[in-house]
């Protein structure tokens, strides 16, 4: 037992050393992946993965930014395979770390892009999969930015007999609001909504609250996006 007590502080030490470089390429990596250097970012991922081939943290990693080079693709068969790649990332960091909210979300995006890129039919046939997926990412972090809005999302776009409710998707865009009220794309996407019902002076609102953002968080989605469909659907409702 003596000796058992004496090896602890340098098996500890030894934990540690391995833990912490670890670490730091992962922060390395998401500095290139902010800078958008994609192939360093891989590069560097890899080379995580290369110590350890279950790390949960580098897969779901792996699974961002494959998802991110597929929607760079022209060829369906492309972007197809660079997404089933991301999403075979996502699930082995969500079966490695079942508690990682970045796992399941990122694998209910992978999911959701093979889908749409097979076509309808299997977009729908998956629909429930990666809504359950939101969920969990939901469920593990109730602040999951990216996981409220693509439960908004789904429940705007899904139709009612396959479990669409705009209610609910109302919901989470508000809840998205509460957490980050300058994110412009939902006042948009609640404009819709309310269009789409026929509450005219609470689109309005809604798309002027868009408007009236001065330093939104996605700068240039506001600019290229964002802006000009408020505004778009502002003059369709003109005098409504």
């Not at 972090?141 to 109302?170: C, Q, T």
Request: hydrophobic share 40%; aromatic share 10%; charged share 25%.
């Amino acid at each position: 037992m003596k000796t058992l007590s004496r090896m602890i502080p340098a098996l500890l030490f030894v934990l540690v050393s391995f833990v912490y470089p670890l670490d730091d390429r992962l922060k390395k990596a998401d500095q290139f992946y902010k800078s958008g250097q994609s192939s360093e970012t891989i590069a560097l991922l890899k080379e995580v993965l290369a110590d350890n081939p279950s790390d949960a943290e580098a897969c779901w990693r792996m699974a961002r930014v494959y998802c991110d080079a597929g929607d760079r693709k022209t060829e369906k068969a492309d972007k197809l395979a660079t997404y089933q790649t991301a999403m075979g990332y996502a699930e082995k960091a969500k079966t490695s770390s079942p508690t990682l909210a970045e796992a399941w979300y990122w694998y209910a995006v992978s999911m959701g892009r093979v889908g749409q890129t097979k076509g309808m039919l299997n977009a729908m046939s998956l629909a429930v999969p990666v809504r359950d997926a939101f969920l969990k990412t939901v469920e593990l972090n109730p602040r999951h930015i990216g996981a409220l809005f693509g439960l908004g999302m789904w429940y705007k776009e899904v139709p009612g007999v396959a479990g669409g409710d705009m209610e609910k998707s109302i919901s989470y865009f508000n809840k998205i609001l509460a957490v980050d009220p300058i994110y412009t794309e939902v006042y948009v996407r609640l404009g819709e909504i309310y269009i789409k019902r026929g509450e005219y002076a609470t689109a309005r609102t809604c798309l002027e609250k868009c408007l009236a953002v001065t330093v939104p968080t996605y700068p240039a989605a506001f600019a290229s996006n964002d802006k000009p469909r408020a505004q778009k659907l502002l003059a369709q409702i003109e005098g409504k």
